[in-house]
């Protein structure tokens, strides 16, 4: 039981420990859905405010363009005037070129034209060693003519856009759609560091014409807008997005190969969470695909998640304890109460016992008494007839008891019944047979299931005879004798309790008539006349 309360209680608390740790984990995960939540928003946001700043300096070129587009002649007067009216408003554009569409054959004149304006122009193109040299004969050219502001950026005039691969796919791509193209990211060399950029290549034609084939007669040139991807990063996200996110702007490129384009770490110390981090949907712009990506730091994440769940699990675990502990209190005061019932219960079931057995035993000889007998008696009838059995029944009594008694006092007397009684049981073997005080100087045996009990008799009267139980000490010859009589029914549908014990009553009756100290037995039905010993 010991151990049953200790299970139960070890049970209690394995239960406390696992609700507990399950209803923390439970509000933790909410708790951490809602930070996923909180930076989804934010990336998002961000991505929002980004694309809106790039579409504003598309917006710009247009505004360019068209103004451009008014102009039958571009100066560098003109041409400075409008771009930094237009640089003013978008900071982040670095510088803006006007690069004109040239075919071969007009090369010659162009240079020396644009040679008045700018001594010593050339058309120019970068070699395998990166060094500026004159451009190499091709169809098409499209040379920077124009750029602001011109001190930075001095050394593009001339560049021919078309004699880089990549960037005469934009080019082209931009001229024969009639929309603005960005470049893929280029770096950006500036004090003490570098920086990711694009260019926005937007065309100018003479007209509106409105198929390709009219744009590709139309063309007059590009205008160039080169933008600094940290300076629109910094306008867009820097009201936007919660400084312990790390931002990573990623350029999905034309073939979907990645390219991370700019980075913003807010932390160095401790890596990012990167299970929370997340992806925004793309931006498009100028037929480009950008992507910005978020992680948050472990500042972000703690200054969003609460002590609850430890709290809850810590209380629930004291909870639990506090119930694990009065559960094992109650059952341990409920087994010493049980204890003692039990200790009382059995005190209580002795006791019934010795006095069930006081009622069915005779006080002097401890055999059972008159009145169980005839119980027994009653049962065994009952029984013998039930399956058809024959019955014995025997009655004992010593001779001349009360003579016996007078002579020599009553605690003589109870002396030889307890000797008759101790050696009649010893005669009986069988565990059905019972023997009984009958009366004050008598016992009775009942014999189940016996078709003769005469010889069981003898065995008793015998047995009796050679105690040779003195009746006068003085005379020394006297003993005390017995009479025994009995009866055996063989057919016990035939009789009831009553006449079975009248018969062996007549019996022992007629051993007494007899003269004593002899058997008498009775067969019913008398099949033979009836055993007489002596």
Known sequence: MAKKMMASTLITVFIGLFFSFLAAMSLQRSEQQSVEH?????????????????????????????QVALSEEINEDAFVAFADSVMNRHPNIRSMEWAEYLVEKNRDLYEAEAALEFALFEIVELSANGQLVKAASRSQYFPVRYVTPYEENQNVMGFDLASRPSMKDALEMSWYRGVPIATPAIRLKREFEDHSGFLMLLPVFIGNPETQTDREAALRGFLVALFDVQDIFDIAISNTVNEDINLELIDKGLNEQSDVIFENVVDLAEPPVMKLGYTSKPIYFAGREWVLRGTPTVDYVKARMSIFPYMIFVVGMIIFSLLAYLQYVLQHRALSIQKRVDAKTRELRDANKKLEKMSKSDGLTGRYNRDYFDECVDAEVKRSQRDRLAMSMLIVEIDHMSAYNEKHGRVGGDKVIRLVSQALADKLKRPGDLLARYG???????????????PIAQLCFDALKVLKLPFDKEAGDDIITVSIGGV????????????????????????IAEGRDRTHWIYSPEDNQPHVGG
């Open 488 to 511: 055996t029914v063989l057919k016990s549908e035939e009789i009831d309790p009553a006449k079975f014990m009248a018969y062996a009553e007549i019996a022992l009756n007629k051993a």
């Open 38 to 66: 909180e930076i989804q928003k934010d990336v998002e946001n961000a991505a929002l405010s980004l694309g809106r700043e790039l579409n504003i300096g598309i917006e710009l070129l247009y505004a360019l363009r068209n």
């Open 440 to 454: 004050g100087e008598s016992f009775a045996i009942l014999l189940p299931n016996t078709k003769d009990g005469a």
